[in-house]
């Protein structure tokens, strides 16, 4: 069965700090997708990124970036210099040739 | 503006009912997902058509169905509706099937008394 894992809940940054976000996840495809998405206040959902199985070159998208490991069924996303506007519930989640499955999301706040 | 569009935005109805909640994706987007936002059971990913063909299923219950029509407009319906099933419902469109970059709508906010 697929699973995700966020473990953490809530985390709570000042602004310009470095922030992981870690997820892990379980499967037995040896195809499938890693995916983050960003929920802010206002509710709406933001694609963030979608990384092939295949694929565990790292990622870089200006103050975000994602740290793909299969040895360690991991998908971290790292927001570098963080700020108010990144606060917002995160999710990781994990797409087979089929079904999809969410973490339980990771809320994150950056005071000013 | 994902330029996804989603109605009614909100949606209020009784137990035993049944509803539809319609979704309009971006222009040239052929693929129409839909997603199941609650309290208890979190994000949860229904359904996907592409092109007017269902080509992923996730945890959709048997009361609901879903297609994709020939303007690639979807139409999520709901029936025999349970107080469980008050949720965010959110349509999401993308170009391939393969679920590459999604943009989203602003969900529709069901609520069942």
């Known amino acids: 069965a697929q699973k995700v894992t966020q473990a953490q809940t809530e985390i709570s940054v000042v602004e310009k700090e470095d922030v992981t976000l870690d997820c892990v996840y379980e499967?037995?495809?040896?195809?499938?997708?890693l995916f983050w998405y960003k929920q802010p206040p206002s509710g709406e959902l933001v694609f963030l990124i979608r990384?092939?199985?295949?694929?565990?070159q790292n990622e870089i998208s200006g103050r975000y970036s994602w740290n793909f490991q299969k040895s360690t069924s991991s998908f971290n996303f790292t927001i570098t210099a963080s700020q108010v506007v990144d606060s917002a519930v995160y999710f990781c989640?994990?797409?087979?040739?089929?079904?999809?499955?969410f973490g339980a999301g990771t809320r994150l706040t950056v005071k000013p | 503006d994902s330029g996804v569009t989603q109605t009614p935005k909100h949606l209020i109805t009784a137990t035993g009912q049944r509803v539809t909640l319609r979704c309009s994706p971006r222009?040239?987007?052929?693929?129409v997902y839909w997603y199941q936002q609650s309290l208890d059971q979190g994000l949860q990913f229904l359904i996907q058509y592409y092109n007017g063909e269902e080509r992923a299923k996730g945890n959709i219950l048997e009361r609901f169905s879903a297609q994709q029509f020939p303007d690639l407009h979807s139409e999520l319906n709901l029936s025999s509706l349970e107080l469980g099933d008050s949720a965010l419902y959110f349509c999401?469109?993308?170009?391939?099937?393969?679920?590459?970059?999604?943009?989203f709508g602003p969900g529709t906010r069901l609520t069942v008394l």
């Open positions: 989640a994990l797409g087979g040739n089929n079904d999809m499955r």
């Open positions: 990384r092939n199985s295949f694929d565990e």
């Open positions: 222009s040239g987007d052929l693929s």
């Open positions: 499967t037995r495809d040896t195809t499938y997708y």
């Open positions: 999401a469109s993308s170009v391939e099937e393969t679920r590459d970059t999604q943009y």
